[in-house]
Nanobody, 124 residues
Framework: QVQLVESGGGLVQAGGSLRLSCAAS?????????IAWFRQAPGKEREFVAA????????SYAASVKGRFTVSRDNAKNTGYLQMNSLKPEDTAVYYC????????????????WGQGTQVTVSS
């Protein structure tokens, strides 16, 4: 199992930037897990944002954030990151970090482990 704690959310003006962090702890090595970011806006379903493989060699992005967001990880620090640039009001949501050792999650996007989320609010 792994425990995930997100941080770095906050209030930012449109066009600004934020970097979210996902700190992991647990018995299994962090480098065994693929990491993903999801978000959920008020009244909407949770949606996929970005994912990164255990090694960091491959990444995937939702079309709505591609070119603006960058997912990364530092396995030595047991931490994943989501750099968000050129933020828009429609990026306002609670952002969640997720992890799984199952490689099929790259396609299913059904992750076993989730953090509590961090609020990102983008003002216009």
């Amino acid at each position: 199992q792994v425990q995930l704690v997100e941080s770095g959310g906050g209030l930012v003006q449109a066009g600004g930037s934020l970097r979210l962090s996902c700190a992991a702890s647990g018995r299994t090595s962090f480098s065994s897990y693929a990491i993903a970011w999801f978000r959920q806006a008020p009244g909407k379903e949770r949606e996929f944002v970005a994912a990164i493989t255990w090694s960091g060699s491959s990444t995937s992005y939702a079309a709505s954030v591609k070119g603006r967001f960058t997912v990364s990880r530092d396995n030595a620090k047991n931490t994943g990151y989501l750099q968000m640039n050129s933020l828009k009001p429609e990026d306002t949501a609670v952002y969640y970090c997720a992890a799984d050792t199952d490689g099929s999650t790259w396609f299913t996007r059904k992750y076993a482990y989730w953090g509590q989320g961090t609020q990102v609010t983008v003002s216009s």
